[in-house]
């Protein structure tokens, strides 16, 4: 019933910005965690950074360079990338949870490159 929506991907140049957006479309309630996960060619999705009420959490390789956030009122999750570089090339999904089931997103590619 729910539907994630992404948006923001693109190409940029190293040391680039992008910034992805995550709208969440129709009813949504019970949702207590949101994330920003990644996945390249041959390997596992991975968890690029994730949200809940009071915390935040990044994996060591983007901290410092990319900030997850959220708005309430618009069902939107966020994430702000600054200093692009090309191993951050991949397909980015948004993932929200509730108790009892996993939402995501369709994908958005985001390539670095010069």
């Known amino acids: 019933q729910v539907q994630l929506v992404e948006s923001g991907g693109g190409l940029v140049q190293p040391g680039g910005s992008l910034r992805l957006s995550c709208a969440a479309s129709?009813?949504?309630?019970?949702?207590?965690?949101m994330g920003w996960y990644r996945q390249t060619p041959g390997k596992e999705r991975e968890l690029v950074a994730d949200?809940?009420?009071?915390?935040?959490t990044y994996v060591e390789s983007v901290k410092g360079r990319f900030t997850i956030s959220r708005d309430n009122a618009k069902n939107t999750l966020y994430l702000q990338m600054n200093s692009l570089k090309p191993e951050d090339t991949a397909v980015y999904y948004c993932l929200f949870s509730s108790r009892y089931r996993n939402y995501w997103g369709q994908g958005t590619q985001v390539t670095v490159s010069s």
């Open positions: 949200i809940t009420s009071g915390t935040t």
């Open positions: 129709g009813s949504i309630f019970s949702i207590n965690y």
